[in-house]
Each structure stands twice: as structure tokens, then as C-alpha cells.
């Protein structure tokens, strides 16, 4: 059961502009949301995280939105860089128990 | 501080066989987790332990197993491989297992592939 979803497979966009990734969940009981970037043949490292309690959080041009009513989270990343061409994995957890999405590639053109 | 270490990184195994992996958490760490990790289905949890013990399972058949020792290294063995086995395998740690006071901090994992 995939309990933490990610529908857009991959992301383009400028160099600059704005990149908006997204994520839904399905169980009301996560408490805790992360997003980790992944480059090719090294593991996940953490980017960013935010609390139930809270709906924004901000680091530098990384900002995450929590929707609670809509368990919709997403990650906004301003300006763009090249260097961020990654794979974002948004994740949810319920104490030790953390489920991760199916990851966006993101590509920042030069 | 070193980081998660898992070995081997690569390895070729044929339908049948057994596949035992490693991963050493980072120094002080007491929580491992491990995650699997194919193409479109994202990094899907097999298990988690803490001070030797299973505390979460994902849904992954029984094939799939772990333990971890004392000084928190963690292996995890899969037997009977499936072609549908060949995947990366991520093992995190992270200090308390409680997510909510940091994040994972992930191995670099060790790529399987099933003939």
C-alpha cells in the first residue's frame, strides 16, 4: 500500500524559476515530513523536514508546505539551480515507521 | 564521523540463491533501517531495528529478513532470490529511531542484480 505518493515522475525547469514538488499521503497519522534529494550512486541524504504541528517551513531557497486537510505536502525551491538536478523523495513518519514516495526527477536547464 | 557503510556495493546472484548484506551504522547510532529501492516504486520499507531488536516491518514477504547486533551493525538476507528481487538496497541510521528529533542518514547501498 503505498501510502505516500508522488504522481509527477519528473520535473524540467529553468534555471531560476521555481521548482514545486509535490507529495500526498494518505494516513492522517503521520506526524513528521521530510524530503530527501538523491543523486546517482550515493543514498539519500535529508533536505529538509517539517513537523505536523507546523505548515511551512523554511532553509535557504528550500521551503516546505504542509496542508494537513489536504495531507498535501510540497517542496519549493527558489531560485533553481543546475546543482539540484536530482531525485526528491518526500517522506511521512509515524515514530520509528518512515514511508517514502516513489520520488520526482528534477532537471534544472542551464 | 564516518558515514553508513554498507558492503557489498554490487553483487550478482542467480534465481535460487541466497544474498546476505551489510550495513554499519554511523558511530552512536542505535536505529537501522533498510529500504528497497526500484524503479518507479520509490524506496519501499522492509524493516527497522533498534538495540537488537525488530521494531517496524514493512510488507515484504518472509524471504526478506534481518537482525542486527550488539554493536548496532545490522545484516539482512534474502533467500530464494526472484528476478523481481534485483534492486538497491538502502540501509539508514539514525540515532534514537524516532524520526520526529532528525532525519535518516542513508548508506550509499549495495545494488543487487538477479539472474
Known amino acids: 500500500d503505498q501510502q505516500v505518493k508522488q504522481n509527477s515522475p519528473s520535473l524540467s525547469v529553468q534555471e531560476g524559476r521555481i521548482s514545486i514538488l509535490n507529495c500526498d499521503y494518505t494516513?492522517?497519522?503521520?506526524?513528521?515530513f521530510l524530503w530527501y534529494k538523491k543523486y546517482p550512486a550515493e543514498g539519500p541524504t535529508f533536505l529538509i523536514s517539517i513537523s505536523s504541528i507546523k505548515d511551512k517551513n523554511e532553509d535557504g531557497r528550500f521551503t516546505v508546505f504542509l496542508n494537513k486537510s489536504a495531507k498535501h505536502l510540497s517542496l519549493h525551491i527558489v531560485p533553481s539551480q543546475p546543482g539540484d538536478s536530482a531525485v526528491y523523495f518526500c517522506?511521512?513518519?509515524?515514530?520509528?515507521?518512515?514511508?517514502f514516495g516513489a520520488g520526482t526527477r528534477l532537471t534544472v536547464k542551464p | 564521523k564516518a558515514g553508513v557503510t554498507q558492503t557489498p556495493r554490487y553483487l550478482i546472484k542467480t534465481r535460487g540463491q541466497q544474498v546476505t548484506l551489510s550495513c554499519s551504522p554511523i558511530s552512536g547510532h542505535r536505529s537501522v533501517s533498510w529500504y528497497q529501492q526500484t524503479p518507479g516504486q520509490g524506496l519501499q520499507f522492509l524493516f527497522e531495528?533498534?538495540?537488537?531488536?525488530?521494531?517496524n516491518k514493512g510488507n515484504f514477504p518472509g524471504r526478506f529478513s534481518g537482525r542486527q547486533f550488539s554493536n548496532s551493525r545490522s545484516e539482512m538476507n534474502v533467500s530464494t532470490l526472484e528476478l523481481g528481487d534485483s534492486a538497491l538496497y538502502l540501509c539508514a541510521s539514525s540515532e534514537s529511531g524516532t524520526p520526529n528529533t532528525g532525519e535518516l542518514f542513508f548508506g550509499e547501498g549495495s545494488r543487487l542484480t538477479v539472474l
Open positions: 494516513n492522517s497519522m503521520f506526524d513528521y
Open positions: 517522506a511521512a513518519s509515524i515514530r520509528a515507521d518512515m514511508r
Open positions: 531495528y533498534f538495540s537488537e531488536t525488530q521494531r
